[in-house]
C-alpha cells in the first residue's frame, strides 16, 4: 500500500506559476513510477505527466510540454510538479499517483494502470 498527499494548489493568475508536491508513505517509494493528473468540472481525468522510478524518463502531455516540469526525491519520498505560463485552461483538481514498476522503464500515461491515487489539490487560473 501506498499513501499519497498533494499540496500547494491554488489561486493563481495566468502566466504565473504554482509548484505541486505529492508525499509518498508506507512502501519504498523508489519502487514506483509516478504520474500527475487533473480533472476539470465536466470532464474526464487526464494525464498531465510521469516519471520513471529513479526519474530517468519522464513524459508529458502535449497540452503542457515546454510549461510543466515532473520531478522527483526518493531521498524525501515526494514528487513534485512545476507548472509555469499557467493559463486559464489549467485550471482542475490535480491528482498524483503511484504504480509498481519493477524496472526502471518508461511510465505509463493511461490512468487505468495507476493504482494507488491522492486525494487531489485545486489549481485555478485566473485570467
Known amino acids: 500500500q501506498v499513501q499519497l498527499v498533494e499540496s500547494g494548489g491554488g489561486l493563481v493568475q495566468g502566466g504565473g506559476s504554482l509548484r505541486l508536491s505529492c508525499g509518498a508513505s508506507?512502501?519504498?517509494?523508489?519502487?514506483?513510477?509516478m504520474g500527475w493528473f487533473r480533472q476539470a468540472p465536466g470532464k474526464e481525468r487526464e494525464f498531465v505527466a510521469a516519471?520513471?522510478?529513479?526519474?530517468?524518463?519522464?513524459i508529458y502531455a502535449d497540452s503542457v510540454k515546454g510549461r510543466f516540469t515532473i520531478s522527483r526525491d526518493n531521498a524525501k519520498n515526494t514528487v513534485y510538479l512545476q507548472m509555469n505560463s499557467l493559463k486559464p485552461d489549467d485550471t482542475a483538481v490535480y491528482y498524483c499517483?503511484?504504480?509498481?514498476?519493477?524496472?526502471?522503464?518508461?511510465?505509463?500515461?493511461?490512468?487505468?494502470?495507476?493504482?494507488?491515487w491522492g486525494q487531489g489539490t485545486q489549481v485555478t487560473v485566473s485570467s
Open positions: 499517483a503511484a504504480v509498481r514498476r519493477v524496472t526502471e522503464q518508461v511510465p505509463p500515461q493511461s490512468k487505468l494502470e495507476y493504482g494507488y
Open positions: 508506507g512502501r519504498t517509494f523508489s519502487w514506483y513510477a
Open positions: 516519471i520513471s522510478t529513479i526519474g530517468v524518463s519522464t
